[in-house]
Nanobody, 121 residues
Framework: VQLQASGGGLVQPGGSLRLSCAAS????????IGWFRQAPGKEREGVAC????????YYVDSVKGRFTGSRDRAKNMVYLQMNNLKPEDTAVYYC???????????????WGQGTQVTVSS
């Protein structure tokens, strides 16, 4: 099982980034995919979690209207489009896979390495 997140970087407030997550080694269509983030000194939190069935997506309140999660089943890829970024979005972002849809980190079995997102002027 492999999940590989990429696309992080340094961006100014108000800017945009698109994170990508490449999945391999498991039945991608059967798994919910979540995006999580962890800032220094804070707990890991679910940001956007896509269901395994119809790609219904849960968003944490702080990113609603700014972040959009999507899945390309043909390519086994998941994306997180992040617009109007704020300094408080600064964190390491992870993608993860779970057999059941939800967004608490403990329910996810497989994790990729993180990608750093820094929002600063």
């Amino acid at each position: 099982v492999q999940l590989q997140a990429s696309g992080g970087g340094l961006v100014q407030p108000g800017g945009s980034l698109r994170l990508s997550c490449a999945a391999s080694g498991f039945r991608f269509d059967y798994y919910a995919i979540g995006w999580f983030r962890q800032a220094p000194g804070k707990e890991r939190e679910g940001v956007a979690c896509l269901s395994e069935s119809d790609d219904s997506t849960y968003y944490v309140d702080s990113v609603k209207g700014r972040f959009t999660g999507s899945r390309d089943r043909a390519k086994n890829m998941v994306y997180l489009q992040m617009n109007n970024l704020k300094p408080e979005d600064t964190a390491v972002y992870y993608c993860a896979a779970s057999r059941s849809w939800g967004c608490p980190p403990y329910s996810y079995e497989y994790w990729g390495q993180g990608t750093q997102v820094t929002v600063s002027s």
